[in-house]
Structure formats: C-alpha cells, structure tokens
C-alpha cells in the first residue's frame, strides 16, 4: 500500500528571471519528473543527473536550483534503496535551502518532510517523527494551519503512529488532515481521497470494516466522477474496497474487482509498469489465501520481473517481491525454490536496511517460520519478531 507523501521539488519561476540557462534546467527538472511519475526510474536519474550539472555549472553551488534537483534525486535514490547517498543529497539540499532562504521557510519545510520519510523507511521511527514534526510547525507557521501542506503533514504523522500501533493518534491527525482538505478543496475533490484512503485503511487494519466500507465507496465515487472510470486511481479504490471484502471473508464480491482493477492499471500505465505491482499483489494473495496457487504464481512472477526492471535487482522492493514469491512456494512445497529466494531476498534486504532493521527482522521471521515447516533448522539467531507489524512504508508523491 502506497502511504506517506513526498515532496518533489521543481521552483517555478518567474518569467521576467527565465534565462536560457533556467529554461534548460527546467527542462531537464520536468523531464525527469515525466519519466519518473512514469516509473522510469533509470530516465528521471539521467536527467536529473544533467540537470544537477545544469545548475552547479549555470548557478553555482549554493543556488536553491540545485537544493531542488538534489531533493529530487534523493527521493529516486529512497526508492531504490541507496539510503545512504539519499541522506547525503537531502542534508546538502537542506542547507543550500536554509542559507538561500532562511530557517523558516516552506520548501525548508519539504525537505526536512523528506528527511522524515528516509528515516522512517530505514527504521528510524524516533528520528523520523522528529522531522515530521518539526515540518508540521514550519508548515503551520509559514503556511497557515488550513494549508494542504499541513494536511499532508498531518497524514504522514498519522501514517508513523498507524505503523508503530499508536491508533488514537492516527485517527484524530487523519479527521484533521480529511477535514482541512474538505475545507480548502471541497468535499468531492479527488485531493479529499488522500485522507479519506488513510484513515479508511486505519479502519481496516483495526477490524472496524462498518466504518471503513463507506470510506472506500466514497472514494471510489469522487474518482470515478472526476478522473473517469478508466484512471489509475479509480483501480486503486476498487483494490482497496475488494481487500476489504477479502478480510471479511466475502470471496464473491471481491474477485471481480481485484480483475477490474489490475485490467484498469494495465490499461493506463501498460505492462510493465511498477504501479501494476500493488493490484498484481493484492490479486495473488487472494487466489494464495484461497489455496489457488496456481493462479497466484504468474502474478507474483509478473511483480517480481517488473520490479527488477524498474528498479534494479537488488532494490528493497525486488526483496518484498522475492519473499512474496517464497511464501508461496512454501505452500506449494517447492522448498528448494522458496529458500532460494528466501536468501536471496534477505541478503537485498540486510544490504538495504541493515541487520537489525524491521523488514529484515520480519524476513528472518517468515524463514523461520518455512524452515520450522520443514523441519529443518531456524536460521542464525532463532525467530525474530519485529517491532509492530512489520508493514514497514511504502511511498508515494
């Protein structure tokens, strides 16, 4: 489930300052984001790579120009998993941004958000709180307390405490968040959704389906009326609304929306896209949970081969992809097969997180699990248990 927002950072100027020198780096900062909302991760860094060049050559190393490209950049290097080079790149881009424009200013704010986001993919719950607070105090100050900012502040907040159990939390910084979204855009507005989406998932993960089902049917209906029944974003209404009906056992109404969901995707985005990974997951899993592995395995294949096209074969995301597919091999009793991919997703997850971190812990956990199954012996260290749930962030601009 795509989850905590991300500031990409393109300044627009005004058109009395555009030299050709801007309107180059512009292009090269618009063409890396084309490709990466595309998710040609390889493409945006081509040019956001030349567009770095662009800016230290034409504006110098202290230029907000830069800041921008670095913030951007780091958040592709997030994404693939380079979580040292994307603190670097964030840190610098924070400073240009504090001696151009000062302490207090917004775009400070976004990229201390983005500092958030780093650390709370890499573990760093109480570190990753810091910044997300401190992003909704800078927004709040510079912005106004009923800023979209502050909502998305607010949502990112919320999303931490979600993960880490605090769910009174979570449920109030959402109402907060949804209702200055209401407020500011209007109800039926497909910017409401965001918030609507985040706390009818919270709902869900607490058993509270009644509250949760409108939510979904609500933002399934904003979609459709705004984006049209085609859009990506209707697809990931009806995945959510047929998970829903998944955990509550209803089989018969959630099959045909899942279908419909993966078929929009398909449509919109093409084959290969990473943004197929989430409906081809949630179709999988719930063929996998009805003991359909057979309609299962080329789905989570399906996922596996497009997340090593779109971010390389040893990125966090190809080991979620790879434990996947173990798990399901395990029930298939492949043993062979599932701890092959078993190691070779936990040796990407502990040079992407680190030994200790949750998502490694919760591997070795689901390794423990087989090799109990099995009857075989529990690897180095016994069972782990991770902090929380393990859900870990996945996330979204």
Known sequence: MTRLAVALLCLTLSPALVGAQDSLWEKYMAAGAESYGKGQLAEAEKMWLVARKEAETSFGPDDIRLAATLSNLAELYRRQGKYPQAGWLLRRALGITKKAKGSHHPQVASIVNNLGTLYATTGRMDAAERMFRRALILRERTLGPDSLEVASSLDNLALLYHDEDHFQDAVYLHRRALAIREHALGPSHPGVTVSLTHLAALYTDLGRYAEAEPLYRRILTIRQNALGADHPEVGAALDALADLYRRQGKFGLAEPLFKQSLAIREKALGAENPGLIPALNELALFYQAQGRYADAEPLYRRALAINEKAFGPNAPEVAKSLDNLAELCRKE???????????????????????????????LENYA?????????????????????????????
């Open 333 to 363: 009793s492949k043993f062979g097969e599932a701890e092959s991919l078993y190691k070779r997703a936990l040796a990407i997850g502990e040079k992407s997180y680190g030994a200790n971190h949750r998502e490694v812990a919760a591997l």
């Open 369 to 397: 699990v087989r090799a109990l199954w099995r009857g075989g012996a529990t690897p180095r260290g016994g069972m782990h248990r991770p902090p929380g749930d393990g859900r870990g962030f996945v996330h979204s601009l």
